[in-house]
């Protein structure tokens, strides 16, 4: 969920989408592209179509959102999977329920302007949407979590704290233009471990978020900047959302039947023959004044398209996995310093509903951060009467202590499972016996992790890539579904004022 907009629910969006906006319209350069000419490989795909204004790569929301902002062009969007949505496509099992349980904050800009054009109704999460688990206690709420701080500390240091989160993130909200030189930019450079040890704040406030960050975005404080951090803080403290722990309270988050891939599956479908799935790109060249983007179709068949724009809507390291040699070298060596988490979520289903008091709960066990995600509280939203009893799926997103710590790369699905299982049973000790099945599913490249510099890098990234190679996904902004929407939109954009 893109931060901001829950931080100023009612207010204007976001506005990084402008600062995009002035960087990206201001230079009308050469772009990314460097080498025309000689391509060394021999001939060995066969041409269609014609040429292309803009091949968009990757189905995920941020290469659909560009290409419902290219519509009327000759445009196609190259999908490596079997359907569209990416990071949260559907599917059976895990996957399905992870799909399920996501959620944006209150629609706005591309997102809105998408969903209103689809006739999609996005629904209210009720409140209380985030819950605490600490000293066997659940906490519920920004409520909650003010208890749980202030009695850990005092009730002045606690309310120091959220004033000077909440100063932060409204700070925050004129980063998008990008001017470094505003006090609130400098918490790009530091970690977000660093900002609470500078700031002096008691222990507790700095265990909980490194708990709430790792669970969130497999990430640790001291992995994340403070910038990225900030947001996310003064969200859980109720920054702007008003009573959000009162039940049936606005929670500030929404949803879909069937959770975000309900929007990506309607954008695909309304894209028609220009989404196009099967279709893994294995290298962008650029043998003449346009570009040649190769891909393996579903047999194995080498096929290449050939457009005036690229956008690669994909991960940063698969970007350059298929760059040959169309990225500055400057993008690529940015690029290659993107780094991403690992998490995995696993569906455990149950015979009763568990939890029904909320929608998300965060808790630390031992070295593993695990964010819990309730479906059947989704459920309870859309049929207020009907929880008790029902059958439910506990989503059980869980990362390792550290970044890319290898002890947890090697555990089998088994091993995540009971782990699973161990960590939720201490909230719940009857779930053993009320286990009805469980899945798993692993995402090696989860989320890009926003370490200090990255909202510098990405900037930069789109100050580089300004020309007829476009990069969008979620890392070029903020790790999250909104972000990535908004920068397909943005990439949509320049092709639109260059073309
Ligand atoms: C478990 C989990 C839960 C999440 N929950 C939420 C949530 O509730 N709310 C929220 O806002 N965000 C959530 N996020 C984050 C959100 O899913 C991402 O930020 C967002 O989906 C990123 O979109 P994207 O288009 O940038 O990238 P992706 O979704 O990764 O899309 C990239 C697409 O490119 C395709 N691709 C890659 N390489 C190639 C290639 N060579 N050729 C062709 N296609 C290729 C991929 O198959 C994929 O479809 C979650 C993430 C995870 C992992």
């Not at 062009?73 to 949505?85: N, Q, S, W």
């Not at 930019?185 to 708990?211: C, I, M, N, Q, S």
Request: with cysteine; proline share 5%.
């Amino acid at each position: 969920m893109s931060r901001s907009s829950r931080i100023h629910p009612e207010g204007t969006p976001w506005s990084r989408r402008e600062f995009l906006r002035t960087g990206g319209l201001a230079a009308l350069a050469a772009g990314c592209g460097v080498r025309a000419g000689a391509d060394p490989r021999p001939e060995i795909v066969q041409t269609a179509g014609g040429t292309y204004d803009a091949v968009v790569v990757g189905g995920g929301i941020a290469g659909l959102t560009a290409a419902f902002y290219l519509s009327g062009l000759k445009i196609r969007v190259l999908e490596r999977e079997a359907g569209p949505g990416g990071r949260i496509r559907g599917g059976g099992g895990a996957r399905g329920e992870m799909a399920r349980a996501t959620y944006i904050g209150r629609p706005y800009g591309a997102l809105k302007e998408i969903i209103e054009k689809l006739g999609l109704e996005p629904w209210e999460i009720r409140a209380p949407l985030e819950a605490v688990f600490r000293d066997d206690q659940i906490l519920y709420g920004p409520d909650g979590l003010a208890q749980l701080l202030s009695e850990r500390s005092s009730a002045a240091d606690f309310e120091r704290f959220r004033s000077e989160v909440l100063a932060d993130a409204v700070a925050y909200q004129d980063i998008p233009e990008l001017d470094f030189t505003l006090p609130a930019a400098r918490l790009d450079d530091v970690t977000a471990g660093r900002w609470f040890a500078d700031r002096k704040w008691p222990p507790v406030f700095a265990e909980y978020y490194d708990t709430a960050a790792r669970g969130r975005f497999g990430a640790s404080l001291d992995d994340l900047s403070a910038l990225a951090l900030i947001p996310e803080m003064a969200f859980g403290l109720g920054g702007g959302t008003g009573d959000v722990a009162a039940p049936g309270a606005a929670s500030g988050a929404f949803t879909f039947d069937g959770g975000l891939t309900a929007l990506t599956s309607a954008l695909a479908g309304w894209l028609g023959d220009v989404f196009q799935p099967r279709s893994r790109v294995i290298r962008v060249s650029k043998p003449d004044i346009d570009y040649r983007v190769e891909y393996a179709d579903s047999s194995g068949k080498i096929k290449s398209l050939r457009a005036k724009f690229v956008i690669l809507a994909i991960p940063a390291a698969e970007a350059l996995a298929v760059d040959s040699g169309v990225l500055k070298a400057e993008a690529r060596r940015l690029l290659d310093t993107v780094a991403y988490s690992s998490s995995a979520a696993v569906a455990l289903a149950t015979k009763e509903s568990l939890f029904g008091r909320a929608f998300q709960l965060a808790l630390q066990d031992g070295g593993a951060a695990v964010s819990l995600r309730d479906t059947s509280w989704l459920a309870g939203a859309r049929e207020p009467a009907g929880v008790v009893g029902q059958s439910g799926t506990l989503v059980v997103q869980t990362a390792p202590a550290k970044l890319g710590e290898a002890d947890w790369a090697g555990l089998m699905d088994d091993d995540l499972a009971k782990a699973a299982v161990r960590a939720v049973s201490r909230v719940f000790p009857g779930l053993p016996s009320q286990l009805a099945g469980r899945q798993v599913v692993r995402f090696a490249r989860a989320y890009p992790v926003m370490s200090p510099g990255a909202f510098r890098r990405a900037a930069r990234l789109n100050e580089v890539c300004d020309g007829r190679v476009l990069l969008a996904g979620d890392y070029m902004i903020y790790p999250d579904f909104e972000a990535a929407a908004d920068s397909g939109d943005f990439a949509a954009e320049k092709v639109r004022e260059l073309i």
